[in-house]
């Protein structure tokens, strides 16, 4: 949740040159695409806590996580080799498919 301090901005900065990621700095502005990731990342976060009452909020939590791993694991090719950025996304991706399959089966006993 570091998208909201400089030094995060600035470490995102390579990644917002090199990447398909840089569109968000044309529309948005470097903070501003900081910003947009942190929003994304809190709303993810809130969704997921809050998908262990709500089923339903928690498969959108969860699809959310998804897709940030996605887009993640997107960049690769453009940024070489592999690293720790990479595995943790890979995890993320795997943990966000337990968490979806979990409040699906959840959701479907609800019904």
Not at 40 to 63: D, Q, R, S, W
Request: one cysteine or more; a neutral charge; proline letters at 4%.
């Amino acid at each position: 949740m570091a998208k909201w301090f400089e030094f995060e901005v600035q470490a995102l900065e390579p990644i917002f040159i090199k990447t398909w990621l840089s569109i968000f700095p044309y529309f948005l502005g470097l903070h501003g695409s900081s910003y947009f990731l942190g929003v994304v990342e809190m709303t993810t976060v809130i969704l997921l806590i809050v998908g262990f009452k709500c089923p339903l909020l928690g498969m959108i939590g969860a699809g959310l996580l998804i897709l940030t791993g996605l887009v993640t694991l997107s960049l690769l090719p453009q940024l070489g080799g592999l690293d720790s950025f990479i595995f943790k996304d890979i995890m993320v991706v795997a943990i966000g498919l337990t968490l979806l399959k979990r409040d699906l089966i959840r959701w479907k006993n609800n019904l």
